[in-house]
């Protein structure tokens, strides 16, 4: 690790552990990460991160999603500063929401109509109050350790929960038909959604694709009981396909929540809808104080533009390609055996007989001290500004890793 | 209403109707409005706003709050771009986190920590959730009619939402001693806070600073309780007084939540909270994809040190008595009866008798016609950015409002 200077992030953790609870919150806490890693970042360019210290690291988790197109994308930062020199927070939106609403319903296959907002939470929370005000129906039925959220009804963590906030949900298991099956049919004449997510992205666990028979069960069990299938597209929406994740597969949803890579990094979130749902969409109350801002959504246009242009996602799906394809030969060499899962552009890699991920924390903590940010158990994200170079780089640095995984395993 | 041109709003509100659901989402709806009020903003310069079609208005609404010191001020924008060439949504968060968070520490009276999201409603569910956390308790004392948010627990409407995301909320009368004491022994041993709002400012109603005895009630039984006093600031924050909005009633709240003005505009809000919820705020899980965003995190800096620095609240209440002088003259002059309510910070008209708030509406429309904009049901807002000039301009469009209110009574 000598590698790395921690001078600044060691000062400023001491600062923060005096005004912040534990010095961060949520799922940016460093405390979540190997220890070699830092909290606090000063700079971020295309695919490249510096953290306060100035270290420079080719960055595969591009801000947990957000980064899709690379920090400060010229096309995206000039839409944000024409907008931003006419105003952004007003007392209604800007024709710029037009623009941004039609583009979003052009690009996304289901969607009618679309409604902005800032957190994917309060995407996720919506399309749940939306499919109860249409349906008069109550019951909710989520994947079991699926994330869709923050708040109370869909937190991972149950502290500062009542029972109540739960009350309504039932559990199926990703991809189990026969329990997606038994769970409609708890919920009785009750079900007013089905949640799904793009794939299967459980922290911890190998990723997993909806299998084409799953995706058309949730379809057909939603419509059987006249219910909406929402689509939770927060965390892959844009990275999969243009026009949603499910569409491969051929399967649309009711209602989806989108967020994270919407904007390049500018807050924003959206619901999108079909046409059986505007009315109720109109109806209930949902609303925040920057919901309108205009310069997140200037950024959202440029942001879409440059996605459908350049296929995004075909290029993420090649580079992601060639970080996977290099990651698994060059963990043979070393006689380490990973598990690579879910889609290329979100990769997940994780090491086998590794129940406390100490092999993937000696991987990722050797591989940042050659200027590479993996992540051990989470999915990570490709975005359009990395290069084959900043993949020959990665590559290198997980040499590095494999090299100090073995050592563990040597010295045991 | 001659003198506004319409045709760029009722061009894009026609497209928007095809895209959203009827238009416009929550509480920036123009339907909700009087009729000449546009739904599509321009541009917003200090404490004057444009909208499509170029009209121009003294702004009394700023954003519904966000704009505390006027659109566009130099010292907001330059921190921010000085972060946005950094970088905004990394890893983690930028040395700024640090900055705000001390500085939000120093200048609220009663805080002790912070930490930082993007809407109001995050602030006031994760105020929540903190304290039954930290209590193991369930029941939430709220105000009949209070406003905290838009999410299922506390939305104005009920439409999607189920009797269980209620279940633990008890009603009180603000400033009613008596029915918060007859709250405080409904929730028994299971009291987990009491929410205040800043001051009683219900839609539609006249406002209602707290007494000092309420005040002081509510902190007792929340300390006789075991339980945490929450205080909403969201709306009132930083425009009443910079260390709290009670700290002038010797009364401190456990835990407050910010938002609206805490950046002019820049998304951002905030929970401040004693030491004595530190540990719950830190194992609750609350996050979201853009919070630890740092270009509103150097607007929010930039802010708080200009409204400690020239005192903002106290400019805002001078401007705000010169708006409540004049409008009380020369109400009186067009012999209309008003009610001026609230703090003149943020200052709330309604007319006697006037049920349907027609009377409201017709001085609104006129004044809109003059290039002023008021609202007709909300408190206003006043910024720091407002000037003389801009009063004068307001009452001068006010004559022309009471007029209009004077021309009702005498054709009915």
Redesign the interface.
């Known amino acids: 690790m000598s590698e790395l200077m921690r001078t600044?992030d060691i000062a400023?953790r001491a600062?923060?552990e005096?005004?912040?609870?534990?010095g961060?919150?949520?799922?940016?806490h460093?405390a979540k990460l190997p220890e070699a890693y830092?909290?606090?970042?000063?700079?971020?360019e295309g695919g490249i991160?510096w953290d306060?210290d100035g270290n420079r690291y080719v960055?595969f988790?591009c801000?947990?999603?957000?980064?899709l197109l690379g920090?400060?994308h010229p096309e995206v930062e000039e839409a944000a500063e024409r907008q931003r020199r006419?105003?952004?927070?007003?007392?209604?939106?800007?024709?710029v929401?037009?623009e941004l609403?039609?583009l979003?319903?052009d690009t996304i296959g289901h969607a009618d109509?679309?409604?902005f907002q800032?957190?994917?939470?309060?995407a996720t929370?919506t399309c749940?109050?939306?499919?109860?005000?249409a349906t008069g129906k109550?019951k909710i039925l989520v994947a079991k350790g699926a994330y869709h959220g923050?708040?109370?009804?869909c937190?991972?963590?149950l502290?500062?929960?009542?029972a109540?906030?739960r009350?309504?949900l039932i559990y199926y298991i990703f991809n189990d038909i026969q329990t997606l099956e038994a769970a409609v049919r708890e919920a009785g004449d009750d079900l007013a959604a089905i949640v799904v997510s793009a794939y299967r992205h459980d922290l911890g666990f190998d990723q997993e694709l909806p299998t084409q028979d799953f995706a058309r069960a949730a379809r057909r069990l939603a419509d059987a009981g006249n219910a909406a299938l929402i689509l939770d597209e927060?965390r892959a929406g844009f990275r999969l396909d243009m026009a949603g994740s499910w569409e491969p597969l051929g399967v649309r949803p009711d209602l989806a929540a989108w967020?994270?890579a919407i904007a390049n990094?500018?807050?924003l979130s959206a619901v999108t809808?079909r046409d059986w749902l505007?009315?109720?969409?109109?109806?209930?109350?949902?609303?925040?104080?920057?919901?309108?801002?205009a310069v997140?959504m200037a950024a959202a246009v440029a942001t879409l533009n440059v996605v459908r242009r350049d296929n995004v996602p075909a290029r993420l799906a090649r580079l992601g390609q060639m970080l996977r394809d290099g990651l698994e030969t060059r963990s043979r060499q070393f006689g380490v055996s990973i598990r690579q899962s879910g889609p290329a552009q979100m990769p997940a890699v994780l090491f086998d007989d590794d129940p406390d991920f100490s092999k993937g924390s000696a991987f990722c903590n050797a591989a940042l001290a050659k200027g590479v940010?993996f992540h051990p158990k989470h999915n990570m994200f490709l975005c359009a500004a990395h290069t084959q170079a900043d993949i020959a780089t990665a590559l290198e640095a997980a040499e590095h890793g494999f090299a100090a995984v073995a050592a563990l395993r040597d010295s045991a």
Chains 1, 2 share one sequence.
Not at 38 to 44: A, I, L, W
């Open positions: 600044q400023l600062r923060a005096k005004v912040v609870p534990s961060m919150w949520g799922h940016l460093a830092p909290q606090f970042f000063k700079r971020g991160l306060v960055d988790m801000s947990w999603g957000p980064n920090h400060h006419q105003g952004d927070c007003l007392n209604g939106p800007g024709e929401m037009v609403a039609e979003v319903v109509w679309t409604l800032k957190n994917g939470t309060d929370t749940v109050t939306v499919a109860r005000a109550r923050a708040v109370p009804w937190s991972p963590s502290l500062g929960v009542t109540e906030d009350a309504h927060v967020s994270k990094g500018y807050a809808g505007r009315k109720a969409a109109s109806q209930v109350f949902v609303t925040g104080s920057f919901w309108a801002g997140s940010y």
